[in-house]
């Protein structure tokens, strides 16, 4: 079984940084691909970004410049350094990991205030 903890969410004004972190544990194959989605209320959950285990990394365009994801390989873990935060990042954001099988974490409200 593999389990995904999530944190460093909260409340952040507009232009501020949060670091969001992601440890997975349990019976995980090497080469895998990690990632963070987000919902909004109301909205469908979307891809933020995500990065392999070869870290090749894919951002949605709406966050290019603005989030950092990397990993520690060794550790299980993958981080989201969220830079330049708008109202429109407001969100729960999920952690994932995949390979032939997909799981997923409980979810972290990242709210941005105007």
């Known amino acids: 079984q593999v389990q995904l903890v999530e944190s460093g969410g909260g409340l952040v004004q507009a232009g501020g940084s949060l670091r969001l972190s992601c440890a997975a544990s349990g019976n995980i194959f090497r080469i895998n691909t990690m990632g963070w989605y987000r919902q909004a209320s109301g909205k469908q959950r979307e891809l933020v970004a995500h990065i392999t285990s070869g870290s090749n990394t894919l951002y949605a365009d709406s966050v290019k410049g603005r989030f950092t994801i990397s990993r520690d390989s060794a550790r299980n873990t993958v981080y989201l350094q969220m830079d330049g935060l708008k109202p429109e990042d407001t969100a729960v954001y999920y952690c994932?990991?995949?390979?032939?099988?997909?799981?997923w974490g409980q979810g972290t409200q990242v709210t941005v205030s105007s």
């Open positions: 994932n990991l995949a390979w032939t099988h997909s799981y």
